[in-house]
């Protein structure tokens, strides 16, 4: 039968307890909410849905083609404009997703030729993005910059380290100076996703590259979500013009891809500029992840020291964490679940993301719901 194979590994799927299932929430859900990645707290900030409705209203609702056909608008490169100069880039290119930003960078900077040198606890755009470029991938321990250097040492043409800057599963951050020290010692690039460190990380939210005093070297390249700290949606590669530029003529998913929403591209634009006025936001996103870390530890929960805005808790099988995370939600607590294959370790864990605008009180609740729920 056509696509019989496909019972079977659903069969195999519910054995091992990896059944994902959809789950619409309704725009006033009384949850509280620590699985989405609202960093900030801005994604219903009144201006940040003002920018949206107002660029839907001036430019319609979609962008109507690619970039380089009609997709571009006043209103993107406002925002790429804008993007780059916070966090001290030459230049900024947006694109429809955090995931089409990597796809591009990777693809359009490993050539023919050359090495990718990724790190094992990258995020999946990091990595299908390795799988796609012409280059050729070597993987290497997580956050070890010694492997970094050995396996640049057996490559003599160009080469590119990828990496998160904070990684998506237990919050812990990339050693970005070791890494761009090793890649300066051979003359690779260094491409970061800084999907989780931009808006917490850095001078009023900069980023981890600001942090790590990277920010607009000329060997180093960044990609940055949208909808993450800005409380929207898409993708942006910061970077030198000149790879800004070769991007605009060689990133397929930039190409190819239909553009931004304008009502996305108004809505970061507002929340950039609200994170501009109010960069407090980004120590408090911060401190709400320390006090989480603190909190759940006191009670005799396993949880990984965050470096960001992502607090992870040990949970006993795939099959605890879906029961932990349901019984969570069932005394009106959302938090996230992971499992694999989306964890690289294998263990399956809780997913805590603080935000700026959770008080004491919501910890407190978060923490009590979490520990009475363990399984």
Not at 22 to 50: F, I, K, Q, T, W
Not at 88 to 113: D, I, Q, R
Not at 128 to 140: E, I, S, Y
Not at 146 to 166: F, I, N, Q
Request: glycine share 12%; proline share 5%; net charge neutral.
């Amino acid at each position: 039968m056509t696509f019989g194979w496909i019972d079977e590994q659903a069969r195999l799927r519910r054995r091992a307890g990896l059944v994902r299932t959809l789950r619409p929430r309704p725009a006033d859900s009384p949850l509280l909410d620590l699985a989405g990645n609202d960093y900030l707290g801005l994604a219903r900030h009144p201006e940040v849905a003002a920018g949206a409705a107002g660029a839907a209203h001036a430019w319609g609702g979609g962008a109507t083609g690619s970039r380089l056909v009609t997709g571009t608008t006043e209103l993107h490169a406002e925002l790429e404009r804008e993007l780059a100069a916070f966090c001290g880039f030459e230049a900024a290119l947006v694109f429809s997703s955090g995931y089409a930003a990597n796809l591009a960078a990777v693809t359009a900077l490993a050539p023919h030729g050359s090495l990718i040198v990724s790190d094992a606890g990258n995020h999946a755009s990091l990595i299908d993005g390795c799988r796609l470029a012409r280059g050729v991938t070597r993987v290497v321990a997580h956050a070890d910059p010694d492997g970094v250097r050995k396996a640049l040492d057996t490559h003599a043409g160009s080469a590119l380290v990828v990496s998160d800057t904070v990684f998506s599963v237990d919050g812990d951050a990339a050693p970005l100076a070791a890494l761009a020290e090793a890649c300066r010692e051979q003359g690779a690039g260094l491409l970061a996703d800084d999907a989780h460190g931009f808006g917490v990380l850095g001078e009023g939210g900069r980023g981890a590259l600001d942090a790590a005093g990277l920010a607009g070297a000329d060997d180093v390249v960044a990609t940055v979500t949208l909808s993450k700290s800005l409380g929207s949606q898409g993708g942006a590669v910061l970077g030198p013009a000149r790879v800004v530029d070769h991007l605009v003529n060689s990133a397929r998913t930039f190409i190819f891809d239909t553009a931004l929403a304008p009502a996305a591209a108004g809505a970061a634009l507002a929340a950039l500029r609200v994170l501009r006025r109010e960069p407090e936001r980004a120590a408090r996103a911060r401190a709400v992840a320390a006090e989480l870390y603190a909190r759940l530890t006191a009670v005799g929960l396993e949880a990984v020291r965050p470096d960001a805005a992502v607090v992870s808790v040990r949970a006993p099988s795939p099959e605890g964490a879906v029961r932990w995370a349901a019984d969570c939600r069932a005394a009106g607590l959302a938090v996230g679940c992971f499992r694999p294959p989306s964890v690289p370790d294998g263990v399956s864990r809780l997913r805590l993301t603080a935000r700026a605008d959770l008080s004491g009180a919501d910890v407190a609740c978060a923490v009590r719901v979490i520990g009475e729920a363990r399984p």
